[in-house]
């Protein structure tokens, strides 16, 4: 079993920049891939960035991509996205979530485990 708490959002400015964090419980966390995703009003979550369990593959979504950075510290039971450049189309819940599987994966179904989302909104 995994447990998962983000932390970091909040509201900032177009063009500023907020660092997400996710504390994980559970001796398993270095097994698994990790990933981000977001949800905004009215939409279907959708995919962010992924990581592998050790940090050497990283696949992120075409409208991040550039801007955001994940990684993972294993040693802290902790991944984090690095969000820089935002726009008021990043406002969302934003989700951390651990797979079932190492590899990084992109789709919402191959997670087992969510935290409970934390907001970030960007203003123009």
């Known amino acids: 079993q995994v447990q998962l708490v983000e932390s970091g959002g909040g509201l900032v400015q177009a063009g500023g920049s907020l660092r997400l964090s996710c504390a994980a419980s559970?001796?398993?966390?270095?097994?698994?891939?990790m990933g981000w995703f977001r949800q905004a009003p009215g939409k279907e979550r959708e995919f962010v960035a992924t990581i592998s369990w050790n940090g050497g593959r990283i696949i992120y979504s075409d409208s991040v991509k550039g801007r955001f950075t994940i990684s993972r510290d294993n040693a802290k039971n902790a991944q984090y996205l690095q969000m820089n450049s935002l726009t008021p189309e990043d406002t969302a819940v934003y989700y951390c979530a651990a797979a079932g599987f190492s590899l990084p994966r992109t789709g919402a179904h191959d997670y087992n485990y969510w935290g409970q989302g934390t907001q970030v909104t960007v203003s123009s």
């Open positions: 559970g001796r398993t966390f270095s097994s698994y891939a």
